[in-house]
């Protein structure tokens, strides 16, 4: 079994930074990659928004390319994600996802505000 907790959401203003962190546990031997999503308010889909690969690859959408940062700390496999410049836009519920052995498991999410 796989748990993946999330945690760092909260109020942020306009144009501020946050980080949140993704503490994934259990049988975590093969992780093949960790990903970001998010869930905006009244939207039903969430919204992929950056990925690492056990080789290091990230990826990101256009709308947080350069604001948004995926790292992680191979220590403890801890993932992060940096969100710069944030934008009201950019409210949502955060999910973390880890792909063990080609199996996807994600945590309950961590609320994000960004206020004007």
């Known amino acids: 079994q796989v748990q993946v907790v999330e945690s760092g959401g909260g109020l942020v203003q306009t144009g501020g930074s946050l980080t949140v962190s993704c503490a994934p546990s259990?049988?975590?031997?093969?992780?093949?990659?960790m990903a970001w999503y998010r869930q905006a308010p009244g939207k039903q889909q969430r919204e992929f928004v950056a990925t690492m690969s056990a080789s290091g690859t990230t990826n990101y959408p256009d709308s947080v390319k350069g604001r948004f940062t995926i790292s992680k700390d191979n220590a403890n496999n801890t993932v992060y994600l940096q969100m710069n410049n944030l934008k009201p836009e950019d409210t949502a519920v955060f999910y973390c996802a880890v792909n063990v052995a080609g199996r996807w498991y994600w945590g309950q999410g961590t609320q994000v505000t960004v206020y004007s």
């Open positions: 259990g049988r975590i031997d093969s992780i093949v990659a």
